[in-house]
């Protein structure tokens, strides 16, 4: 099996490693991987390729580059790094993050190529009805991939025609075991953003503050897009005194070694979003507190996460100050968090499960979708 790997610039960026582990674990099974991701301004080349992948770049859409123009470049590069590129065709374009997905249409269209992509949000799992639509003028057989049951759940309420599977996100877990340390007199503390949700970064900080001033050497790392449209956080971390405590950390998700160093990681913000950050940071032995979050099936219920009982400041001190001032309880949340991914959540089970969707979605007969049917022509009809 060929497949060429597409990833819109948010996602290529963000969850690099997801990609590389990807990368890796398919090659390893036997696929021939192809990357394709946004040119930077910086480089022609597309940023995290690997040793196991070749790796081609495309330009943004624009008013002149439109993704049908992005996907004859694409495949005028692979023509030549493959002059013969019949002999191998593309057998699946698999999407990443939905500014892609027009893109990756395009491409399945004209290599005659299955198309798969990968439902991460909310968002995503509403815009299928638009891509089913585009898939079925363009004659392009579809398969949708959910990283657990409640965003496959979600797809089916949508009433998606094409096919879901579920292929479990994962990653790899330290074979060192963290310990929490109750002597530590320095906590730290990591709050996630995807900046779309001002009002529930405020109410976590605010419990935070609560937090610091009974332990004022508590350090606080705040991921910057929850200021990035927002100057209403940045106000309410002045008002709550928490400035001189408070770090803000560029491309927190693309720059996670200094967060998975952190003890606790929140997550206020529950908009039915899959990030391998959150996956990282259980398996590196931190603390993981929440908003309860019904399309995310770890932050649905109490288990691998810490689930905050309501929607206010006092909630959320009261979830963090359960671990800080009991030692016993945070090594009980550290423990289960990490044994979930070493269960649930291995790379190389994602790669394998991903593999075996790729691989029934090819065959022959696998699929049955009213009106969508690939014919397999050149890549330059």
């Avoid at 036997?30 to 790796?55: C, D, F, M, W, Y």
């Avoid at 991460?120 to 991939?145: F, K, N, T």
């Avoid at 100057?231 to 967060?259: C, F, H």
Wanted: hydrophobic share 45%.
């Amino acid at each position: 099996m060929r497949a060429l790997l597409i990833a819109d610039d948010s996602f290529a960026w963000r969850e690099r490693l997801l990609l590389s582990r990807l990368e890796v674990g398919l090659a390893d099974i036997g696929v021939a991987i192809t990357r394709a991701e946004p040119e930077h301004e910086n480089s022609k080349q597309a940023p995290g390729a690997g040793l196991t992948s070749t790796s081609i770049a495309y330009r943004r859409v624009g008013v002149i580059n439109s993704p049908r123009a992005q996907a004859q470049a694409m495949i005028d590069q692979l023509i030549r790094l493959k002059p013969s590129i019949d002999d191998t065709p593309i057998d699946v374009v698999h999407a990443f993050g939905e500014a892609c997905w027009p893109l990756a249409v395009e491409a399945a269209q004209r290599l005659n190529a299955f198309c798969a992509m990968e439902l991460w949000s909310r968002h995503s799992v509403d815009l299928i009805p638009r891509i089913e639509r585009r898939c079925q003028r363009a004659g392009v057989q579809l398969l949708w991939l959910a990283p657990d049951e409640p965003i496959r759940a979600a797809a089916q309420e949508q009433h998606c025609k094409s096919p879901c599977k579920v292929t479990a996100w994962g990653v790899h877990s330290p074979d060192t075991k963290r310990e929490w340390d109750p002597d530590n007199q320095i906590r730290s503390i990591a709050v996630l953003s995807s900046g779309g949700d001002p009002h529930s970064i405020n109410t976590a900080l605010e419990g935070v503050s609560n937090v610091v001033r009974k332990a004022p050497s508590t350090l606080v790392f705040l991921d910057a897009k929850a200021m990035a449209d927002h100057d209403k956080v940045w106000r309410k971390a002045e008002t709550l005194g928490l400035l001189e405590n408070l770090s803000v950390i560029p491309d927190m998700e693309a720059r996670r070694e200094l967060v998975l160093r952190c003890d606790l990681l929140l997550l206020p913000e529950a908009r039915g979003e899959h990030r391998t950050l959150t996956l990282d940071a259980m398996a590196s032995g931190m603390v993981v507190i929440a908003r309860r979050d019904p399309l995310v099936a770890y932050l649905d219920q109490p288990g691998p996460a810490i689930i905050v009982g309501g929607d206010d400041a006092a909630s959320w001190e009261s979830a963090i100050e359960g671990v800080i001032n009991d030692a016993s309880q945070a090594q009980i949340a550290i423990d289960a968090a990490r044994d979930f991914v070493k269960s649930h959540r291995r790379a190389s089970d994602h790669a394998q499960t991903l593999y075996d969707a790729l691989a029934w979605m090819t065959a022959r007969d696998s699929i049955q979708i009213e009106d969508i049917r690939p014919s397999r022509q050149s890549p330059g009809a």
